[in-house]
């Protein structure tokens, strides 16, 4: 596997890292994403905090466990020399088959 982009962030690296991160995702594999953080990650999802890959690889499974046929979008917000913001939508439906559509932006 290639490296990915590191900092300094030519716009065409950003766009590159938003399509890596949004396959990624959209792979639903927990291993996968998980290993594309720092292995000291720190996340908050809504009312959760995740310490560390193995937290953030066991949210992952619950996450898409639950939320069949998840797709995520991401798109390039803000790019800059040494970090990116993106804006991302993704939608999945429960096992009731009821769809959602979640909106945010993360940096």
Same mark, same amino acid.
């Given at each position: 596997m290639?490296r990915p982009? #590191?900092?300094p962030f !030519?716009?065409?690296d950003? +766009? ?16 996968r #994403?998980a290993m594309?953080?720092t292995?000291?990650? #720190? $996340?908050?999802?809504? !009312?959760?905090?995740?310490h560390g890959?193995? &937290?953030? &690889?066991?949210?992952?499974? %619950? /996450?898409w &466990?639950a ?5 995520l +979008?991401?798109a390039l $917000?803000c790019?800059a020399?040494d970090?990116i913001?993106?804006r991302?939508?993704y939608? $999945?439906?429960?096992v009731a088959?009821r $769809?959602f %559509?979640s909106h945010?932006?993360? /940096?």
């Amino acid at each position: 596997m290639t490296r990915p982009p #590191v900092p300094p962030f !030519s716009r065409e690296d950003a +766009i590159l890292m938003v399509r890596m991160a949004e396959d990624a995702w959209n792979g639903r594999d927990p291993d996968r #994403v998980a290993m594309a953080y720092t292995p000291d990650t #720190v $996340w908050l999802n809504r !009312s959760d905090f995740l310490h560390g890959r193995d &937290q953030v &690889q066991a949210f992952l499974a %619950r /996450k898409w &466990q639950a939320k069949k046929d998840y797709r995520l +979008i991401k798109a390039l $917000w803000c790019p800059a020399t040494d970090r990116i913001a993106v804006r991302f939508c993704y939608e $999945w439906h429960d096992v009731a088959g009821r $769809w959602f %559509r979640s909106h945010g932006n993360e /940096k």
